[in-house]
T-cell receptor
Framework: AQSVTQPDIHITVSEGASLELRCNYSYGATPYLFWYVQSPGQGLQLLLKYFSGDTLVQGIKGFEAEFKRSQSSFNLRKPSVHWSDAAEYFCAVVPFSGSARQLTFGSGTQLTVLP | NAGVTQTPKFQVLKTGQSMTLQCAQDMNHNSMYWYRQDPGMGLRLIYYSASEGTTDKGEVPNGYNVSRLNKREFSLRLESAAPSQTSVYFC?????????????FGQGTRLTVV
């Protein structure tokens, strides 16, 4: 069955430390891949997306993600976390050649940032 | 730009009551969606409207109805609310059409059914 897995429910990092959030998918063909962020009381905002080409994708707010086909992964990274990055992060996929109505979300990773 | 606007932001209902969640977008998007968000389950699609005049069921449609009132507006109705419908509801929109994959989200409606 097709699925998106975020193995870490909750991650805590200190401000200024590096961050990596994991995402794995299980699809027949490489899907379109997304990371969204949800700040407290807010809707979801798109951080970055991967369709094809360069496997390292740059997004907003200093985030990047690397697509690794061999590992079926699309991990989100940030070199130095800021307190304002505390939020919930969702990995999402759309099947290859699909559309937004087929968005499937992972269960989310809650990020806490310590001062 | 307002983007996607949802009303209300918060609502408490008694079991059996009905209500309609409103959603409007000002981006001239063709497609609109309703999701619910529950702890540990990510977002799940309730209903979507690929274009004005069409609606289709998503993953969890039971207990809900929708209306695509016009291109801008897409409402979600709970006819007889149940405690299992306590959730955060998100409306989203996308340009629509082949290759249109990015969705834009509203700020959500937190619904509690007691």
């Amino acid at each position: 069955a097709q699925s998106v897995t975020q193995p870490d429910i909750h991650i805590t990092v200190s401000e200024g430390a590096s961050l990596e959030l994991r995402c794995n998918y299980s699809y027949g063909a490489t899907p379109y891949l997304f990371w969204y962020v949800q700040s407290p009381g807010q809707g979801l905002q798109l951080l970055l997306k991967y369709f094809s080409g360069d496997t390292l994708v740059q997004g907003i707010k200093g985030f990047e993600a690397e697509f690794k086909r061999s590992q079926s992964s699309f991990n989100l990274r940030k070199p130095s976390v800021h307190w304002s990055d505390a939020a919930e992060y969702f990995c999402a996929v759309v099947p290859f050649s699909g559309s937004a109505r087929q968005l499937t979300f992972g269960s989310g990773t809650q990020l806490t940032v310590l001062p | 730009n307002a983007g996607v606007t949802q009303t209300p932001k918060f609502q408490v209902l008694k079991t059996g009551q009905s209500m309609t969640l409103q959603c409007a977008q000002d981006m001239n998007h063709n497609s609109m969606y309703w999701y619910r968000q529950d702890p540990g389950m990510g977002l799940r699609l309730i209903y979507y409207s690929a274009s004005e005049g069409t609606t289709d069921k998503g993953e969890v449609p039971n207990g809900y109805n929708v209306s695509r009132l016009n291109k801008r507006e897409f409402s979600l109705r709970l006819e007889s609310a149940a405690p299992s419908q306590t959730s955060v509801y998100f409306c989203a929109s996308s340009p629509g059409g082949t290759g249109s994959t990015e969705a834009f989200f509203g700020q959500g409606t937190r619904l509690t059914v007691v």
